[in-house]
């Protein structure tokens, strides 16, 4: 009995000093003293396997060993963040604000930390699950790697909500890094390039012993979750503290934009004091229902603001340029530089965009250009040194011809882009539309990946996404074996093709400027490829948020007799091209003309859920209150100023219940 209370004791204790030591910085106890504590509990527990707990503090060391990571779709998304550059960038941002919430906006300021993002779900206060920000849709779940970080808390305390997720960063500190890379060299191994891609990389390696030697660390920045009770951005971060996270205290809430930039301007020196990288300042909206009124855009949430530092440039040679051409036949020319260091990476390439970019860089073969680094991942050429520029140096003449096919290229009025007109036999485009079809957001054939539909098109097996469905097996068994895993699988992968839904498809097709998101609107207001083929220019500009560029590219798509003969090559095959009775039984048009704006927050569907339900009934959602509004959907907390326009403009205001009655 005497031992099983023990085992008790040691837990809590080496885990009050694990919270002393990486989430305080403040040692309870010297190294040596913990580690004979742990062996001592270590010990203990393997006489008695029946107390097993997922929490106990030798659990640190790893030891799970993942062979694959498990993908899951995140309870909520995990967004991005829109960047700003300068002063005047958050003061239009501040506008914007304005316009949407109502009453003064107080700031909670963050450091941006320069890591691996991760979303953490405890439940009873036990961790359960880490995932991995993957796509935002959906990540891996690392919860094995991710318990051998110490500073990650197993067990929480105080009053914690029962169930809630917490997201934020992993980082490798500076001190951490150098150590990892001192234990390289000395083995005569290359060292790592930065701190941040050897954080992300540790998260995905499948030995979680390797993980628990890395001396990662977990900062926590936003609590996810809906009746957290909790009303500020900035007591989020103090009550995620007061649970056992590492929460860094700088976070500062500032009342104008002019406290923002001072915030930014200290830190912008005084980053380099960190123990860990940076790369910008958050700011967020402090009060969470003026959040939940502001809402996401489709990339990121339009309460926050990241303000990036400014990026770190070098000057490096420019040795040649090449071209490369799109699956759409769009010429990209790419400059080849000689290799150099920046910003932790070795940078080798620059995007120079399209012929205007060149003209106005004037930027010539054998200059030294300045090349800079922002957030992106492609590094951009932004000038010339002159004073370095060899005498009889030309001016670059832009490619005239296609460099796969030799085609003339064309350019349109008003396009900044060289095209490949011939998209039947330019290969990079045949391959490329092929790759596009088979691309996760569309058809998403499994046991095919980009490079071996290379290796069909070469090998004169398909010409067009419609050639897939005739292939067999035996065909490409005599294909590169280690290239093509299994052929049963690629076979089978495109038969269960047949089932992804008529938006993705129409996604898939690669039909120029239908994105995601169009490709959906299209779906939706045509309810087949039929019917979408037949439509006017003028008919589809009367579709919510398609514009002449999307209707024009639609109808010249149709007008391709080529095109065409593959569509009814797809119908014929049974790829779903209309919507599906489930989908069609789904939408009305109820509500038809009628204009929505929702305000406040709801109790029996989420906001999102009442935005769907207005779009799959034919309303439009809409953001700000016009005499062209129908209604306004009004929840809790709707904003005063909202009301009063509404009642000035006479827009009549109902309830939730209202709304859904309507239905
Ligand atoms: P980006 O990847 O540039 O769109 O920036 C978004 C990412 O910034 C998020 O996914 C987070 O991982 C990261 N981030 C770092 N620090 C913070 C912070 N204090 N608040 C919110 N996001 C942060
Ligand atoms: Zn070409």
Redesign the pocket.
Known sequence: MKEKEQIFKLREELSQHNHSYYVLDEPSITDFEFDVKLKQLQALELNYPELYDASSPTLRVGGEVTKNFETIVHAQR????D?SYSKEDLMDWEVRLRKMVDGPIAYAC????????ISLTYENGLLVQALT?GDGTQGDNVTANIKTIKSVPLKLQGDYPYKFEI?G?IVLPFSGFKTLNEEKIAAGEEPYKNPRNTASGSLKLQNSVEVARRPLEC?L??IVGENTGIQTQFDNLEKARSWGFKVPNVAKICDSIDDVLEFVNYWDVHRHELPYETDGI?V?VNNLFQQAELGFTAK?PRW?M?YKFKAEQVSTLLEHISYQVGRTGAITPVANLLPVELAGTIVKRASLHNADQIDKLDVRIGDWVYVEKG?EIIPKIIGVDLSRRKQGSDKIVYINYCTECESPLVRKKGEAQHYCPNDMGCSPQIIGRIQHYISRKALDIEGLGGETVALLVNAGLIRDYADLYELTADQIIHLDRMAIKSADNLVNGVQASKEVSFERVLFGLGIRYVGETVAKKLAKHYKSIKALSEATLEGLETVDEIGVKIAESVVAFFKNEANIRMVSRLILYGVQLELSEEALSNQTTQLQGLRFVVSGIFETVSRDELKELIDSNGGKVVSSISAKTSFVVSGANMGPSKRTKADSLKVPIISEKEFLEML
């Not at 995990?78 to 963040?81: D, E, H, I, K, N």
């Not at 963050?110 to 993002?117: I, V």
């Open positions: 995990m967004y991005s963040l960047n963050e450091l941006k930390y320069d890591g691996a993002s920000r997201r960063e900062l920045y936003s958050v967020k990121a926050a990241a957030g």
